[in-house]
Structures are given as C-alpha cells and as structure tokens.
C-alpha cells in the first residue's frame, strides 16, 4: 500500500486547508485510516482518524470542532478538512493506513501499518 497525501501549503490563521490522501491497492475500504502531524521539535500526535468498519471518527481534542475527516472508498481516498486553522496546527501532517480487515488503536502511531510522506501546513498568524 502507497499513500499520497497532498494539499498543504501557506494560510493565514482563521484560514482553512483541505488534505488529501490517496491509497493504491485494492484493500482501502477495509482500512482504518488516520492523520498524525509532526511540528518541529514535537513528536508526531495523532490528529484525526476514520474507521473502515462504519465510518466512525476520531479527532484530538485540540482539533475537535475545527477538522473533519471522511473518505471515499470508491476513490481510495481521505480528506482532511481544517478550518479555523492556527499558528499551532502548523506541522508536517501524515496519512496512515491500518492493517486490511482489522480494527485498530486509531490515536495510536504504533497501530498503523503504512505511512505517507507527509505535506507541510504552515499557518502564519
């Protein structure tokens, strides 16, 4: 499994942003998918993930209200909507993929099997 996250750039704070995620293979909708992001000198922290198994969403408290994840399975990919951004969502944000068919700790970077390259949000204020 390959994953293509795209869409990062420059914002203004108040600002908004869409990231997307695309996966090759043919087992993505048996697939949990989540966002974690990585600002310099951070750890990477989960920001937000969606269940293959019913579509259920899970967001960190510090984005909860602001981004929206959903996906597509027909088109093997996930968006990250981010409103409202801030100064502090700049990071290097990457999509992960779980392992086909199985339920996975979702806030957890361990659970995942697969990673993209990350794309850059940098929001200015």
């Known amino acids: 499994v390959q994953l293509q996250a795209s869409g990062g750039g420059l914002v203004q704070a108040g600002g908004s942003l869409r990231l997307s995620c695309i996966a090759s293979g043919r087992t993505f909708s048996t697939r949990d998918m989540g966002w974690f992001r990585q600002a310099p000198g951070n750890e990477r922290e989960f920001v937000a993930a969606?269940?293959?198994?019913?579509?259920?969403?899970y967001y960190a408290d510090s984005v909860k209200g602001r981004f929206t994840l959903s996906r597509d399975n027909a088109k093997k990919t996930v968006y990250l909507q981010m409103n409202s951004l801030k100064p502090e969502d700049t990071a290097v944000y990457y999509c992960a993929a779980g392992r086909s068919g199985l339920r996975i700790g979702v806030r957890s970077a361990e659970s995942y099997s697969y990673w993209g390259r990350g794309t850059l949000v940098t929001v200015s204020s």
């Open positions: 969606i269940t293959w198994s019913g579509g259920v969403t």
